[in-house]
């Protein structure tokens, strides 16, 4: 089945540097890579994804890329701000296995955003 | 807007009980799914259930069933509970195609003593 490895783990900005979180997976058959964030507390959010059609996907301030040739996918967040302080889970959805929308998730990021 | 909720919030249990976490959504959504959230470990997939009374085993369904008898409700069940069952319990809901978002409900967090 397919395996998501996320890193790093813990991640520590200053306010307005940017973000960086890798995520590798293993099935080539890989087609959708969603990005989930959650703020403590709370319950995970879809804040960005991409289809594997597609290279780069922007939203304000948040953009995915993917690189299907490596297998992996990162998150960038740019002029970062104490709002962004969550656990951001990459994932993964592989049709050959998981027809059902099921998805594989990474260990999560915990991003700390330092005013 | 879509809502998926979740029986308690926190609940505590004693070790060979028998536990309950119910979870519904009202959006009509084919899929549902149980998650189990440990730090370190990301949300790990228990069950999951495409239509009403069919249920597929996720990574690590050992210790679990489930429940799907309406459309809108998805049981988890802990047939006899124990303390490595200690953990965030999180249920989500989407429809049927692959890239579909998930929606989470608020989680349970469950202790079993």
Not at chain 1, 17 to 23: L, M, N
Not at chain 2, 67 to 83: D, G, N, Q
Request: charged letters at 25%; a negative charge.
């Amino acid at each position: 089945g397919e395996n998501v490895e996320q890193h790093p783990s813990t991640l520590s900005v200053q306010e307005g540097d940017s973000a960086v979180i890798k995520c590798t997976y293993s099935d080539s058959a890989s087609n959708y890579f969603p990005w989930y964030k959650q703020e403590l507390g709370k319950r995970p959010q879809l804040i960005i994804d991409i289809r594997s059609n597609v290279g780069e996907k922007k939203d304000q301030r948040i953009a995915v890329t993917l690189n299907k040739t490596a297998k992996h996918f990162s998150l960038h967040i740019t002029e970062t701000q104490p709002e962004d302080s969550a656990v951001y889970f990459c994932a993964a959805s592989s049709p050959t296995t998981d027809s059902w929308g099921k998805l594989q998730f990474g260990a999560g990021t915990q991003v700390v955003v330092t005013p | 807007d879509v809502k998926v909720t979740q029986s308690s919030r926190y609940l505590v249990k004693r070790t060979g009980e028998k536990v309950f976490l119910e979870c519904v959504q009202d959006m009509d959504h084919e899929n549902m799914f149980w998650y189990r959230q440990d730090p370190g470990l990301g949300l790990r997939l228990i069950y999951f259930s495409y239509d009403v009374k069919m249920k597929e085993k996720g990574d690590i369904p050992e210790g679990y069933s489930v429940s799907r008898e309406k459309k809108e409700r998805f049981s988890l069940i802990l047939e006899s509970a124990s303390t490595n069952q200690t953990s965030m319990y999180l249920c989500a809901s989407s429809l049927l195609d692959p890239g579909d978002e998930q929606y989470f409900g608020p989680g349970t967090r469950l202790t079993v003593t």
